[in-house]
C-alpha cells in the first residue's frame, strides 16, 4: 500500500510556472512508476506524464511536452512535476498516481494508487 499526497498547485497566471510534489508512503516508492494526471471540470482524467522507477524512462501528453517536466526522488519518496509556460487550457485538479507496472502507462486502470489532487489555476 502506498499514500500520496500532492502539493504545490495554486493560481497563476498565463505563461508562468508551478511546481507540483507528490509526497508517497512506503519502502517500495522506488518499484512505483509514478504519473501525473489531471481532470478539468467536464471532462476526463488524462495522463500528464510518467516517469519510470529510475527515472530514465518518461512520457508526456502532447499538450505539455517541451512545457512540463517530471522527475523523482527516490531517496525523497517524492515525485515532481515542474510546469512551464502555464496556459488557460492547464486549469485542472492534478493528481498523483501510483504503478506496479513494469512498463511507463498512460491508462489510468494501470494506477493502483491516487492522491486526493491539488488545484492548478491559470488566469489571463
Known amino acids: 500500500q502506498v499514500q500520496l499526497v500532492e502539493s504545490g498547485g495554486g493560481l497563476v497566471q498565463a505563461g508562468g510556472s508551478l511546481r507540483l510534489s507528490c509526497a508517497a508512503s512506503?519502502?517500495?516508492?522506488?518499484?512505483?512508476?509514478m504519473g501525473w494526471f489531471r481532470q478539468a471540470p467536464g471532462k476526463e482524467r488524462e495522463l500528464v506524464s510518467a516517469?519510470?522507477?529510475?527515472?530514465?524512462?518518461?512520457r508526456y501528453a502532447g499538450s505539455v511536452k517541451g512545457r512540463f517536466t517530471i522527475s523523482r526522488d527516490n531517496a525523497k519518496n517524492t515525485v515532481f512535476l515542474q510546469m512551464n509556460s502555464l496556459k488557460l487550457e492547464d486549469t485542472a485538479v492534478y493528481y498523483c498516481a501510483a504503478s506496479t507496472d513494469s512498463s511507463v502507462s498512460g491508462t489510468l486502470a494501470e494506477y493502483s494508487y491516487w492522491g486526493r489532487g491539488t488545484q492548478v489555476t491559470v488566469s489571463s
Open positions: 516517469i519510470s522507477w529510475t527515472g530514465y524512462i518518461t
Open positions: 512506503g519502502r517500495t516508492f522506488n518499484r512505483y512508476v
